[in-house]
């Protein structure tokens, strides 16, 4: 089974692809989507939502998980965020997969073992569960830590 997690931005959104065999993970794939800082917001949201259908049309996931919006001091910046995370929860219902939604706190907790886990420390883990990993930036490096996630949790 392939699962594809995305870590949901406006200017970065990140990808990870692993495949799931019984109990045994593996890294297929990762990286990122960027939009033009410059261009309207309409147009960043058509280039995440063209680039992500592009991923999943060449891997074909079986399932997809998206991290959820934590809520930040600028309420501009949230819906900005809300509205990317939208184009994801909406490219991964157009495939037709099934989605999962995970809270930042728990995805750390699933790779690290706790909710408060820095960046930093849930890199180091993704290097142990996916030796041998390449990580395309630390949105890429997030979102492969919501497919795995996604691998502990789903039924």
Known sequence: ???????????????????????????????????????????????????LADVILHYRPDSGAVEEVFVNMNPQSTLKLGQARGVCLLALARAGLPVAEYATRLVKKAIVGTGGA??????AMLGVLLPGVKLAGADAADALAVAICHAHLMR
Do not use: F, Y
């Open 1 to 51: 089974m392939l699962i594809i997690g995305l870590d949901p931005g406006l200017g970065t959104t990140g990808w990870g692809i692993v495949a799931k065999q019984g109990n045994r993970l593996s890294h297929i794939a990762n990286g990122q989507v960027k939009t033009d800082p410059k261009a309207a917001l309409a147009e960043r949201l058509v280039t995440l939502d063209r680039e």
């Open 118 to 123: 820095e960046k930093a420390q849930v890199q």
